[in-house]
């Protein structure tokens, strides 16, 4: 069985900053790609970063130049760091995971709400 347990969200205004963790726990055997997708209200889950097991990343449009995403090999932990956080941004985020434990899987965090406002 596998786990994903999140934490760093919160409220903050405007223009601060957050920092969101993963912890994958459980029976993996290797990592593929570890994300975060995040979901408003009223609108469809999109992705948001990913790293991929060779250190290369992605961004949607939105969020390039704010966010960065990084990866602890070691603790099977992926970071979030927001920066320059708007309103837009405000959002449940969900940690994403595929990884091989007897085949390959997908899995997903629990949600951490994401506030922006002032």
């Known amino acids: 069985q596998v786990q994903l347990v999140e934490s760093g969200g919160g409220l903050v205004q405007p223009g601060g900053s957050l920092r969101l963790s993963c912890a994958a726990s459980?029976?993996?055997?290797?990592?593929?790609?570890m994300g975060w997708y995040r979901q408003a209200p009223g609108k469809e889950r999109e992705l948001v970063a990913q790293?991929?097991?060779?250190?290369?990343?992605n961004y949607v449009d939105s969020v390039k130049g704010r966010f960065t995403i990084s990866r602890d090999n070691a603790k099977n932990t992926v970071y979030l760091q927001m920066n320059d956080l708007k309103p837009e941004d405000t959002a449940v985020y969900y940690c994403?995971?595929?990884?091989?434990?007897?085949?390959?899987?997908?899995?997903w965090g629990q949600g951490t709400q994401v506030t922006v406002s002032s």
């Open positions: 994403y995971l595929r990884a091989y434990i007897t085949s390959w899987s997908e899995f």
């Open positions: 459980g029976s993996i055997f290797s990592i593929n790609v």
């Open positions: 790293i991929i097991s060779n250190g290369s990343t």
